[in-house]
């Protein structure tokens, strides 16, 4: 009987995978920028990110997909109640997404990302550690190179986040909104499974 179910798994499995397809893919960004005030000079932030994700089509146009991130912040600034704090952020990211395609033409497709994203960041040399759960859509753009590997890009948000964290026994909360329309480019590559 066992052998029986694993064969019937297995020839699923097989056949699942010969009709659907799977990708993996992701980006890297990296940002820098420099504040100065008059001719004082008050910092430079410094940030990579790589966000890895894996996806599989359910059709045409409806997909599923884990994006996970890993980021970390030199010089980052955060503001607390009544103080200021500068040094390194590390942060982890996951955040399982649907996709719909509304438009597709030649190699171009046009989606938007629905997503439920958690993210877990830790400043170094001083014991805070922040979460925040959100949900957020936004619009991006794939261009299929041949039949295995393309090209994407994602331009802005609209969403909701809640962060919270503890500082010296104090709870934190905060909830925003947002509607991030140019700020916000993610470029990336996949490759067809």
Request: aromatic share 14%.
């Amino acid at each position: 009987m066992k052998k029986n179910l694993l064969l019937l798994l297995t020839l699923w499995l097989t056949v699942s995978a010969a009709q659907a397809q799977i990708w993996i893919g992701g980006g890297l960004s990296m940002k820098t920028s420099s504040t100065t005030l008059g001719s004082y000079h008050m910092g430079t932030n410094n940030t990579i990110a790589v966000t890895p994700e894996v996806g599989y089509c359910l059709s045409n146009i409806w997909a599923v997909g884990l994006r996970i991130g890993y980021a970390h912040y030199d010089d980052a600034e955060t503001v607390l109640i009544d103080q200021t704090l500068m040094g390194q952020s590390n942060e982890f990211s996951v955040a399982p997404f649907v996709r719909y395609t509304f438009y597709q033409t030649g190699a171009f497709s046009f989606f938007a990302d629905g997503a439920l994203a958690y993210r877990a960041i830790h400043k170094s040399g001083y014991d805070s550690n922040m979460n925040t759960l959100g949900l957020n859509i936004g619009p991006g753009v794939q261009m299929a190179i041949n039949k295995k590997v393309g090209l994407t890009a994602r331009m802005g948000f609209a969403g909701y986040e809640h962060s919270w964290m503890k500082d010296r026994g104090m709870k934190l909360k905060n909830n925003r909104f947002s509607l991030d329309v140019f700020s916000d480019f993610t470029f990336g590559a996949y490759f067809n499974l």
